[in-house]
């Protein structure tokens, strides 16, 4: 069975730090995209950043603040988010796609809550 369970949300400040995990139940091996998304309260859930293992992207107005990256090791999913804003403020969620097969699975989220 394949499961993904996030850790690593809270409250934090504006331009403070968090760094959110992602436990993986599979070696995260160039068969799998990792992703993490975001759900602000009454919105649609979106793509926040992704790692294909030897290339990274990052929506437009994370790019120099957050750093997805990947320990296969430890099959753990990062996200480190840094110089935090009002804005972030939402559910933090990880996923993983298949290559081939095209499965998606998803944590349950993680709260991250930027405010004075």
């Known amino acids: 069975q394949v499961q993904l369970v996030e850790s690593g949300g809270g409250l934090v400040e504006p331009g403070g730090s968090l760094r959110l995990s992602c436990t993986f139940s599979?070696?995260?091996?160039?068969?799998?995209?990792m992703s993490w998304y975001r759900q602000a309260p009454g919105k649609e859930r979106v793509l926040v950043a992704s790692s294909r293992g030897d290339s990274t992207d990052y929506e437009d107005s994370v790019k120099g603040r957050f750093t997805i990256s990947r320990d296969n090791a430890m099959k753990t999913l990062y996200l480190q988010m840094n110089n935090l804003k009002p804005e972030d403020t939402a559910v933090y969620y990880c996923k993983a796609t298949h290559r081939i097969f095209k499965n998606d699975y998803w944590g349950q989220g993680t709260q991250v809550t930027v405010s004075s």
């Open positions: 599979r070696l995260i091996s160039i068969n799998w995209i």
